[in-house]
Nanobody, 120 residues
Framework: VQLQASGGGVVQAGESLRLSCAASGGINSIETMNWHRQAPGKQRELLARLTVISGETTIDANSVQGRFTISIDDSKTTTYLQMNSLKPEDTAVYYC?????????????WGQGTQVTVSS
């Protein structure tokens, strides 16, 4: 599975961005698509999860609850992270992540990351 993240940029506080994560290769084995972020000097943080087969979504990070939404397109190849009301503390590198299942084993794949910078 290959993941290509895009959509990052520099925005002002209060503005919105939509990140995209395009998956290719072995996409039928993907169970969940997730978004994480890592700010300078901090650990990587899980933000949101989406179960591909059901479309069920979970926002894991309290700091983005009510502002961020995860979704997937009809072809189930591109996952989005809609980020509204951005704050300077949202500045980070954002990563998409796919969890696949083959038999009893699960595997994790990562995109390359996209930088989001929010100025005050």
């Amino acid at each position: 599975v290959q993941l290509q993240a895009s959509g990052g940029g520099v925005v002002q506080a209060g503005e919105s961005l939509r990140l995209s994560c395009a998956a290719s290769g072995g996409i039928n084995s993907i169970e969940t698509m997730n978004w994480h972020r890592q700010a300078p000097g901090k650990q990587r943080e899980l933000l949101a999860r989406l179960t591909v087969i059901s479309g069920e979504t979970t926002i894991d990070a309290n700091s983005v609850q009510g502002r961020f939404t995860i979704s997937i397109d009809d072809s189930k190849t591109t996952t989005y992270l809609q980020m509204n009301s951005l704050k300077p503390e949202d500045t980070a590198v954002y990563y998409c992540n796919a969890i696949t299942r083959r038999g009893r084993s699960r595997y994790a794949y990562w995109g390359q990351g996209t930088q989001v910078t929010v100025s005050s």
